[in-house]
Structure formats: C-alpha cells, structure tokens
C-alpha cells in the first residue's frame, strides 16, 4: 500500500546566495554603519536591543544595489507564482543592525505581497536565527506526539543566517529573531515588497 502526502496550503520560504557576497556585503557594511551615524537613534519597531533605520532605503541612491536585486528576487518570485504580467513591484527596505543580546519580537508585515531578510554581517549560528511559526491555527490546537519535529509538526522553524543569503517569505508568516549570541553585531536588510498594477 502506497501512502502520498501532498501539501494543499504550503508556506513557502524563498532563499537566494548571490556569488558576489564578500565585495556586496563589504560595500553595504560600510554604508550601513555611515546610516547609523547619521541617525543614531533610528527606529524603534520590532527590535530589542538593536538599532533599525526608518523603511527609506529605497528612497536612498547609495543603496541602489540591494534595492535592484530584492526586487529582482521578488519579481521572479511573483512570476514562478503566476503573477499577473501587468504588475510593477514596489518595496521599503531598512537596515537592523543587531548587537550580542538583541533580538527581534515576533511579528508579521501586513499589506505586502513578499518580505525578506538579507545578510550583510552574521557570526553563524551564534548570531541567532529567524524563526517561523506555524500559521495553521489548527495545528495549535494539540501537539503531536513525535520524537523529532518535522516541517508538518513543528510550530516554530529555524532557518540559518548566512553572510551573502536572502530570504523571502510571505508577508503573512510569523517571524521573529533570536537573541545574538556572538560576540559581534549581526547586520541585515529587511524589506517589504508590494506588486501593484503598472499606471
Ligand atoms: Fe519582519
């Protein structure tokens, strides 16, 4: 007897490594450390502990680079889901800048087809990951009795940072970051993107 699982509503997370990750990541270090100074306060959103920039880096020429392959990743995204050819993708982004003992609460975007996370900096693993929760409320209502949780059972999942990587996720899905547990600041990128019909 042959038995087939097959997923109906699946939570997708989308990654990207971009090759050129030690020069990119060089460049955008040293631009988000000079956002820093110019506004040392920041934001105060989801961050514990750590330092964000206000949602402007798409308004911002010197981070055109990022900008230009979040919505590149993005469109490609929207394409392998049959996205309407008629749209035009649009984002915010705002740079986390996360020193040992900060942390993300958990959280979600609203109002935004895709968001993600890019790498600049990250001590791995020390640093802590993004974490997912189970969106299926139903999934909630009793635990299932496993010795190992697997990506049906579990409530909450883990995904590694790594210098140089995107991820993308729904705007929907909970996220939330781990503590930093290294010893040095873990830097990234996150952002919004929203597709909108063109005119
Ligand atoms: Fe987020």
């Given at each position: 007897?042959?038995?087939?699982?097959?997923?109906?509503?699946?939570?997708?997370?989308?990654?990207?490594?971009?090759?050129?990750?030690?020069?990119?990541?060089?460049?955008?270090?040293?631009?988000?450390?000079?956002?820093?100074?110019?506004?040392?306060?920041?934001?105060?959103?989801?961050?514990?502990?750590?330092?964000?920039s206000?949602?402007?880096?798409?308004?911002?020429?010197?981070?055109?680079?990022?900008?230009?392959?979040?919505?590149?990743?993005?469109?490609?995204?929207?394409?392998?889901?049959?996205?309407?050819?008629?749209?035009?993708?649009?984002?915010?982004?705002?740079?986390?800048?996360?020193?040992?003992?900060?942390?993300?609460?958990?959280?979600?975007?609203?109002?935004?087809?895709?968001?993600?996370?890019?790498?600049?900096?990250a001590?791995?693993?020390?640093?802590?990951?993004?974490?997912?929760?189970?969106?299926?409320?139903?999934?909630?209502?009793?635990?299932?009795?496993?010795?190992k949780?697997?990506?049906?059972?579990?409530?909450?999942?883990?995904?590694?940072?790594?210098?140089?990587?995107?991820?993308?996720?729904?705007?929907?899905?909970?996220?939330?970051?781990?503590?930093?547990?290294?010893?040095?600041?873990?830097?990234?990128?996150?952002?919004?993107?929203?597709?909108?019909?063109?005119?």
């Open positions: 007897m042959q038995i087939i699982p097959q997923p109906l509503f699946p939570s997708l997370v989308w990654s990207t490594l971009f090759d050129d990750r030690a020069i990119f990541n060089a460049k955008l270090l040293d631009l988000a450390m000079r956002l820093r100074e110019s506004d040392p306060a920041g934001v105060d959103n989801t961050n514990v502990r750590g330092w964000q206000p949602n402007n880096l798409q308004n911002l020429p010197e981070f055109d680079d990022i900008n230009l392959r979040i919505l590149q990743v993005c469109q490609r995204i929207g394409e392998s889901l049959h996205f309407r050819s008629d749209q035009t993708y649009q984002h915010q982004a705002w740079v986390n800048i996360s020193p040992p003992g900060a942390s993300n609460k958990i959280h979600f975007h609203a109002n935004c087809h895709f968001s993600g996370v890019y790498y600049v900096s001590k791995e693993p020390e640093c802590g990951s993004i974490f997912f929760r189970d969106p299926r409320i139903a999934s909630r209502m009793m635990t299932y009795p496993v010795d949780p697997t990506e049906f059972t579990a409530e909450e999942i883990l995904m590694r940072p790594e210098e140089g990587r995107m991820y993308v996720f729904p705007g929907w899905l909970e996220h939330g970051v781990e503590e930093n547990k290294s010893d040095r600041d873990r830097i990234s990128i996150s952002f919004n993107v929203l597709a909108t019909p063109i005119g």
